[in-house]
């Protein structure tokens, strides 16, 4: 059994109801009318618009990171609200090509629930398929986000498919679901992208480990899986214990420090992700923005006690 250090996924007790709350709408139109609650999701999201997440790309590409934008929303019952997720990666893939980065540096994030997944699963491919084609052209990479496990299985149909055509589309396996040790095995091939990380939505025990050592313990099978892979893995964790490992695993398999990378998200361990830079490591800044920013935001208060004892100490602070 691996010691778990420092381990935040799952230890906070709240998270199984801040986690129901993120899917509240009711709870959602109630605190996006409170003045704290848009200052604090300030320090996790890079803003409402376009301007806004290029001013933080910006900042982050000059301080030698990688970054990786999401632009905010899921669960798109509407067409035309998929269009419009697509117009907005669009445009965004455009205002990438005045910023003088290399190549791998620039990242798009998309979630296919976003790009009308839950409507139809041919309109999401084909969604899917749009960007890709404009970020091939932008020379951007581009990765399908994860969601919850009711969509794993036509997300990864999904990849399978476009990566016939787009052979780096990346995508994000979780830890936590105890199907990705296997799912690992299979997307660890040559050109192959996978963000690894613990996961973020609630689960049920049929599909996904309940306790924090047991996420930690599969996390660190399958981050050995991909380490002995063929592919490019990206370590989606600020779990110390994590990034050690990612590191010793590299040594035990040869891997040069331009094999893989750290991931971590915008607001969060700053002051870390800028000493793996110094220390000559990639890191890539997972960016999101614009106005969907609700589920996002209760989902990092469910994964960090830290975070949710700043949002309340804030609450109280300001009475």
Same mark, same amino acid.
């Given at each position: =059994?691996?010691?778990?250090?420092? %381990?935040?996924l799952l230890? %906070? ?5 801040l986690?129901?709350?993120?899917r509240s ?9 409170m003045?704290?609650?848009? /200052? ?16 933080? !790309? ?8 990688? !970054?990786?934008?999401?632009y ?13 997720t ?5 445009? $965004? ?16 994030? !998309? ?13 999401a491919?084909? %969604? ?8 091939? #052209? ?5 990765t399908?986000d ?5 969509t ?25 679901? #105890?199907?990705?040790?296997a799912d690992?095995?299979?997307f ?6 996978i963000?690894?990380c613990k996961?973020?939505? #609630?689960?049920?025990?049929s599909?996904?480990?309940? #306790? ?6 599969s ?6 899986? $991909? ?11 600020h ?7 990612a590191d010793?695993?590299a040594?035990d398999?040869?891997?040069s420090i331009d094999?893989?990378e750290?991931? =971590?998200?915008?607001g ?23 106005? /969907?920013?609700?589920?996002?935001? =209760? ?7 830290? %975070?949710? =004892?700043?949002f ?6 300001r009475?």
């Open positions: =059994m691996t010691t778990v250090l420092n %381990n935040p230890s %906070n007790p709240l998270r199984p109801a986690l129901a709350a993120a709408p009711r709870l959602e139109a109630t605190m996006s009318k003045r704290i609650t848009r /200052q604090l999701v300030d320090r996790f999201v890079a803003g409402e618009t376009e301007p806004d997440a290029v001013a933080a !790309v910006t900042s982050l590409l000059a301080s030698g990171r990688f !970054v990786s934008v999401d905010l929303g899921e669960d798109t019952t509407d067409a035309a609200q998929a269009a419009v697509v117009d907005a990666y669009l445009s $965004l893939l455009q205002a990438y090509s005045v910023l003088a980065a290399e190549p791998r540096a620039s990242e798009v994030s !998309v979630k296919l629930s976003a790009l009308g997944l839950g409507i139809d699963t041919s309109l491919r084909e %969604n899917a398929r749009t960007i890709c084609d404009a970020a091939e #052209k932008a020379g951007v990479w581009v399908i994860a969601e919850d496990h009711t794993t299985d036509s997300a990864l149909a999904i990849v399978r498919a476009l990566r016939q055509d787009f052979p780096d589309l990346g995508t994000v396996l979780q830890a936590y679901l #105890k199907r990705t040790e690992c095995r299979e660890s091939g040559t050109r192959s992208r963000r690894l996961g973020a939505y #609630k689960e049920p025990a599909v996904a480990f309940q #306790k924090a050592a047991d996420v930690s313990d996390y660190l099978r399958c981050l050995r899986v $991909l380490m002995d892979g063929q592919g490019y893995p990206m370590v989606a964790s779990d110390p214990e994590m990034i050690d490992a010793r695993f040594v398999t040869g891997r094999s893989y750290y991931q =971590m998200l915008y969060i361990r700053d002051a870390e992700q800028q000493r793996l830079v110094g220390d000559g490591r990639h890191v890539r800044v997972y960016v999101p923005y614009g106005d /969907q920013w609700y589920g996002y935001f =209760m989902r990092r208060l469910a994964e960090r006690p830290a %975070n949710l =004892m700043f309340v100490r804030s609450l109280v602070s009475g």
